[in-house]
């Protein structure tokens, strides 16, 4: 019997625990990736239901019903029903005159000061606004619900104990003992806050909106589809399909690739230098706040825009040119409508991270107080993230909710973005 016979099964055992390690190594890596992948879900699921658990009590907000005697001899002496002597009413002293009737017994200064905190300073402009809309209301008692103060609204809300010792709480016994009156007859209720979506900016939790930073993102997001997408689709074009093979194209391309790993400051500091101090464009505008993005969002496009050109066969390449097609016509005529499934989703996949930027618009100004809403890119506005910059770093707990439920609102945007995004490559792509 040879050595080789010999040596057979030992080989074979051999053989047989060399596998068996590499299959405990692969189940313990495949073990790590599924533990790591574990990880992340949890953390994600820890955010979100942070964010949801403190944000969704902004979607809510605490009304008080007022019956509000609309004097003529006070708002309007001299009968003419003119708006700008409507404007010029005392609305406040009204609001706070009913107040005064619905508790009679607050007779001393800090009691009736106590008292009117109980509803927003909003609600005298909230009465203005019926009165414009309608002067007929003149003479007449109406029944207008305005929103309380934010700290009535956190007791309301159950943020503000009643358990926890008077000085160290933003609500008086006074205040909740009123706050339970109004309740007990109906008239202090906690429903949907449809301010939150139709209001600007303000300096009271209670009235600021978000309607002012979605319309900024959206005229934002505007220009930087009119920039971005043409002009990235024309240049991935070019540089696959027509641009020579050279160093400077190597160049081109290399400094594409970098420009896409840029800090998005830095964009911004080339439209805070370029835009606004060499060309004077409006400051705090959309315009300029869409110009920079598109800059920063052009080299995402162009990469994805040549990578979807890289993704058509050569085979329709060739049989266009091989009937006669120029390559104008080749590009335009077929490879241009097959690769536009994955342009569309680089482009918005690259605004889908413009919509989340916040330091490029902060150095062109767009972190103004603006409250306002913008009715064209040149309008001064803010931007969604730049306002959720704005909340986080105020102080009254009422900004906290509003803040978490800002963030809300711009995770769904970006989720049903990127959502977009692949439900246009699924239904669009064509597999070769």
């Given at each position: 019997m040879s050595d080789a016979t010999l040596n057979r099964p030992a080989?074979?055992?051999?053989?047989?625990?060399?596998?068996?390690?590499?299959y405990a190594a692969e189940q313990r890596f495949r073990?790590?990736?599924?533990v790591a992948i574990g990880i992340a879900l949890v953390m994600l699921l820890i955010l979100f239901a942070t964010i949801a658990a403190n944000g969704w009590s902004a979607f809510r907000q605490t009304y008080i019903q007022l019956d509000?005697?609309?004097?003529?001899?006070?708002?309007d002496p001299d009968r003419t029903r003119d708006p700008a002597v409507l404007s010029r009413?005392?609305?406040?002293?009204?609001?706070?005159?009913?107040?005064?009737?619905?508790?009679?017994?607050?007779t001393k200064r800090r009691d009736r000061r106590e008292l009117y905190d109980l509803v927003s300073s909003g609600a005298a402009f909230d009465l203005r606004d019926e009165v414009l809309a309608d002067p007929s209301l003149v003479g007449r008692t109406l029944q207008l619900w305005v929103p309380a103060s934010d700290d009535v609204d956190m007791y309301m809300k159950g943020y503000i104990s009643a358990d926890v010792p008077e000085d160290e709480r933003r609500v008086s016994d006074r205040q909740i003992a009123r706050i339970e009156a109004l309740r007990a007859d109906g008239r202090a209720e906690t429903g949907f806050n449809l301010r939150f979506f139709m209001s600007g900016d303000s300096r009271e939790p209670e009235l600021a909106g978000i309607a002012g930073a979605l319309l900024g993102s959206l005229w934002t997001m505007l220009v930087v589809l009119l920039l971005s997408f043409p002009l990235g689709v024309m240049a991935a074009i070019y540089l696959e399909e027509f641009a020579p093979r050279n160093r400077w194209t190597d160049l081109i391309e290399v400094n594409i690739n970098n420009l896409a790993a840029v800090p998005s400051i830095v964009f911004g500091l080339l439209g805070l230098?370029?835009?606004?101090?060499?060309f004077g464009l409006p400051r705090s505008a959309p315009l300029v706040g869409g110009m920079v993005l598109a800059l920063m969002t052009l080299p995402t496009v162009i990469i994805a825009g040549r990578a979807a050109l890289q993704a058509v066969p050569p085979s329709i390449r060739e049989a266009a040119l091989g009937l006669g097609a120029s390559r104008m016509q080749m590009v335009g005529g077929h490879v241009l409508p097959l690769a536009m499934p994955g342009m569309l989703t680089g482009a918005i996949i690259g605004m889908a991270r413009a919509l989340g930027e916040t330091a490029p618009l902060l150095m062109i100004g767009m972190v103004a107080f603006i409250v306002d809403l913008p009715k064209g890119?040149?309008?001064?506005?803010?931007?969604?993230?730049v306002q959720i910059f704005l909340w986080a770093d105020s102080p009254e707990r009422a900004f906290v909710e509003?803040?978490?439920?800002?963030?809300?609102?711009?995770?769904?945007?970006?989720?049903?973005?990127?959502?977009?995004a692949v439900l246009l490559r699924r239904k669009f792509e064509r597999r070769w």
């Open positions: 080989t074979a055992d051999a053989v047989r625990r060399s596998l068996g390690r590499r073990a790590y990736g599924m509000l005697p609309l004097v003529e001899a006070e708002i009413a005392n609305y406040e002293g009204l609001v706070k005159q009913t107040l005064r009737g619905m508790f009679p017994d607050v230098a370029v835009f606004l101090n060499f890119p040149t309008d001064a506005a803010t931007a969604l993230p509003r803040t978490s439920a800002a963030t809300i609102v711009l995770l769904v945007f970006l989720i049903c973005m990127n959502l977009g």
